[in-house]
């Protein structure tokens, strides 16, 4: 498994801006399929956007498209998430996850690694 662990969370006022890390050790980052994932209070754990092993197909759900960017940077075995335009409620934990399957979806039995989450909290 990759071991996952996030940064960049915090406060932010709407229409603010946050930019999420992901750093991973272990099994071969390059060739695994990543993704970002949210939970809010009393939610459910949710999809926000992914990306393939080279970085060149991202997809995103339809509430943070034109909002958010992920990237990553296989070099450094990391991955972002780029959030702008902030609103109350993208609230939640932010979780970065893993594929170690070569394709992954917008589902969260598509990944097998996980981080501990990340805070970000948008005030109105």
């Known amino acids: 498994q990759v071991q996952l662990v996030e940064s960049g969370g915090g406060l932010v006022q709407t229409g603010g801006s946050l930019r999420l890390s992901c750093a991973a050790s272990?099994?071969?980052?390059?060739?695994?399929?990543l993704g970002w994932f949210r939970q809010a209070p009393g939610k459910e754990r949710e999809f926000v956007a992914g990306?393939?092993?080279?970085?060149?197909?991202?997809y995103y759900a339809d509430s943070v498209k034109g909002r958010f960017a992920i990237s990553r940077d296989n070099r450094k075995n990391t991955v972002y998430l780029q959030m702008n335009s902030l609103k109350p409620e993208d609230t939640a934990v932010y979780y970065c996850?893993?594929?170690?399957?070569?394709?992954?979806?917008?589902?969260?039995?598509?990944?097998?690694?996980w981080g501990q989450g990340t805070q970000v909290t948008v005030s109105s």
């Open positions: 272990g099994r071969t980052f390059s060739s695994s399929p």
């Open positions: 996850a893993a594929s170690s399957t070569p394709l992954a979806g917008p589902y969260r039995y598509d990944y097998d690694s």
């Open positions: 990306i393939n092993w080279s970085g060149g197909n991202t």
